[in-house]
T-cell receptor, first 112, second 114 residues
Framework: KAGVTQTPRYLIKTRGQQVTLSCSPI?????VSWYQQTPGQGLQFLFE???????NKGNFPGRFSGRQFSNSRSEMNVSTLELGDSALYLC???????????FGSGTRLTVV | QQQVKQSPQSLIVQKGGISIINCAYE??????FPWYQQFPGKGPALLIA?????SEKKEGRFTISFNKSAKQFSLHIMDSQPGDSATYFC?????????????FGGGTRLMVKP
């Protein structure tokens, strides 16, 4: 069974640009969540999607957005990038009934 | 109230020893407490998890001890091996609306010396 796949693995962007990250959950998993991991703030919850609907959002500015498609694949978008957005962005999927998360390997975003 | 506090930040243990990592929480609405292991360049991987109606759970060399009244839980790694060298995160789940959200501790960097 394939795990959670995140693309791209690495990304370098310039301040002010926007970026889109992609996540393919484990087959059959309907819930996708996104987390930001930084050395200073640790792992912080961004948002959760289930059946194409955002059902939960963390304390991040509106520059951070996401969506989920009918096949459960998800994307997150960060607009007007700031240096502080440099982080490892992790996607996690779970079945509809809570059984814990399976994380992907993440996308390492560097903003210069 | 959403915080999960984890200690120590780093830990060095000799091969064969016991590694102990502690976490404390405040929010009594948390109802699921997982531990994750993360290697460099990888995402966190679920090690073991416990629900608050259980005081201890063991899976192989990994044991969670849970003290509901003290709002504390800990991970014990028995017979620690160099391959266990990684960063460990405790976490706690809260239901938020119709969804779920994990709050993570700050992490413990474990080094097991051969």
């Amino acid at each position: 069974k394939a795990g959670v796949t995140q693309t791209p693995r690495y990304l370098i962007k310039t301040r002010g640009q926007q970026v889109t990250l992609s996540c393919s959950p484990i087959s059959g998993h309907r819930s996708v969540s996104w987390y930001q991991q930084t050395p200073g703030q640790g792992l912080q919850f961004l948002f959760e999607y289930f059946s194409e609907t955002q059902r939960n959002k963390g304390n991040f500015p509106g520059r951070f957005s996401g969506r989920q498609f009918s096949n459960s694949r998800s994307e997150m978008n960060v607009s007007t990038l700031e240096l502080g957005d440099s982080a490892l962005y992790l996607c996690a999927s779970s079945p509809g009934q809570w059984q814990g998360y399976t994380f992907g390997s993440g996308t390492r975003l560097t903003v210069v | 109230q959403q915080q999960v506090k984890q200690s120590p930040q780093s830990l060095i243990v000799q091969k064969g020893g016991i590694s102990i990592i502690n976490c404390a929480y405040e929010n009594t609405a948390f109802d699921y407490f997982p531990w994750y292991q993360q290697f460099p360049g990888k995402g966190p991987a679920l090690l073991i998890a416990i629900r608050p109606d259980v005081s201890e759970k063991k899976e192989g060399r990994f044991t969670i001890s849970f003290n509901k009244s003290a709002k504390q839980f800990s991970l014990h790694i028995m017979d620690s091996q160099p391959g266990d060298s990684a960063t460990y995160f405790c976490a706690a789940r809260a239901r938020s609306g119709a969804g779920n959200m994990l709050t993570f501790g700050g992490g413990t960097r474990l080094m097991v010396k051969p």
